[in-house]
């Protein structure tokens, strides 16, 4: 089913089902009621409790509580807000849609 679910993060070793990969012995630290599908995450990469990962590839990354990231192909070195999401759009219309908070920075 390619999918991983990380209930207790203390009995979850590394995993691999599939194509979800999880490197817990390269700095990974995912949370309680973590769903992560179709995906690689690590290394050194921290997943708060909530968040949902799938068809990504996460490295260098911290995500708070309830992030939600689906279909990118690569992203790393990012800092992913709580209640946020990072969602690769099928949309034909190619223009970036921007909602930045105070002091924010992109890089594109």
Do not use: Q, W
């Not at 070793?13 to 995906?39: K, P, Q």
């Not at 999401?85 to 920075?105: F, P, Q």
């Amino acid at each position: 089913m390619n999918r991983v679910l990380v209930i207790d993060p203390d009995r979850a070793a590394t995993r691999a089902l599939g194509l979800a990969c999880l490197e817990r012995d390269l700095g990974v630290v995912i949370a309680e009621n973590v769903l992560i599908e179709n995906s690689f995450v690590g290394p050194f990469t921290s997943v708060a409790s909530g968040c949902r990962i799938a068809s990504s590839v996460l490295e260098h990354c911290v995500l708070l509580e309830n992030a939600r990231i689906e279909n990118i192909d690569r992203l790393e070195d990012s800092l992913i807000g709580k209640n946020s999401a990072v969602i690769k759009s099928d949309n034909t219309h190619h223009a970036y849609r921007l909602m930045l908070g105070d002091d924010s920075e992109v890089a594109l």
